[in-house]
């Protein structure tokens, strides 16, 4: 089965601090993608990769940064949190389509509750 | 812009019903399809993927169709039971890389 691991379920930090989400992947997925999270705005992507050193802007990637070195893992960066981005951020992958061949599945982690106080 | 519309927003059923859950999607030039399920303060699970070349898909109680032409999709929900509580979301899937746009969710409540 594939595994989507988010190091942290549960993180509390301090305005300006700055935040580390790591995600890592099992399955050899080409694509990673960070999510957030809110009650009333659903699910909104902030980054995705579909390579190792590429990112590509989501919808709403103000105040976020990310890292791609490695194939399978994906890290979002908050340079200075703020207030705005308690939220639940959510790591997902999955592999390119191929040919005839439509996979694309997406697959998650459980998630990272983050409160910024 | 794809933008997804999930109706209902929320249901609530007693146990044993067969239900239904509408999900529309306003660009049709969609690849696949994707529904999730989601427990409250989890993350998502992967419930049934349909492929741009299927009409429909099914996986036990679930059985997933897609009618890209008309931008809708339906997720049926055989004889349901009180472990189906939990918000359901569809979400196409748009070019190769992947990137999936998500409905708000339909919150489903099975009572006993």
């Known amino acids: 089965d594939v595994k989507v691991t988010q190091s942290s379920r549960y993180l509390v930090k301090r305005t300006g601090e700055k935040v580390f989400l790591e995600c890592v992947q099992d399955m050899d997925h080409e694509n990673m993608f960070w999510y957030r999270q809110d009650p009333g705005l659903g699910l909104r992507l902030i980054y995705f990769s579909y390579d190792v050193k590429m990112k590509e802007k989501g919808d709403i990637p103000e105040g976020y940064s990310v890292s791609r070195e490695k194939k399978e893992r994906f890290s979002l960066i908050l340079e200075s949190a703020s207030t705005n981005q308690t939220s639940m951020y959510l790591c997902?992958?999955?592999?390119?389509?191929?040919?005839?061949?439509?996979?694309?599945?997406?697959?998650f982690g459980e998630g990272s509750r983050l409160t910024v106080l | 812009k794809q933008e997804v519309t999930q109706i209902p927003a929320a249901l609530s059923v007693p146990e044993g019903e067969n239900l239904v859950l509408n999900c529309s999607f306003t660009?049709?030039?969609?690849?696949?399809l994707q529904w999730f399920r989601q427990d409250p303060g989890k993350g998502l699970t992967s419930l049934l993927l349909?492929?741009?070349?299927?009409r429909e898909q099914t996986s036990g109680r679930l059985n997933a169709s897609l009618d890209k032409s008309s931008g809708r999709s339906t997720l049926y929900i055989a004889a349901s039971q009180p472990g189906d509580s939990a918000t359901y979301l569809c979400?196409?899937?748009?070019?190769?890389?992947?990137?999936?746009?998500f409905g708000q969710g339909t919150t489903l409540q099975v009572k006993p």
């Open positions: 660009d049709s030039a969609i690849y696949n």
């Open positions: 349909i492929q741009s070349s299927q």
């Open positions: 997902a992958s999955s592999s390119v389509r191929r040919g005839a061949v439509d996979t694309g599945e997406l697959f």
């Open positions: 979400a196409p899937i748009s070019g190769n890389t992947g990137k999936l746009i």
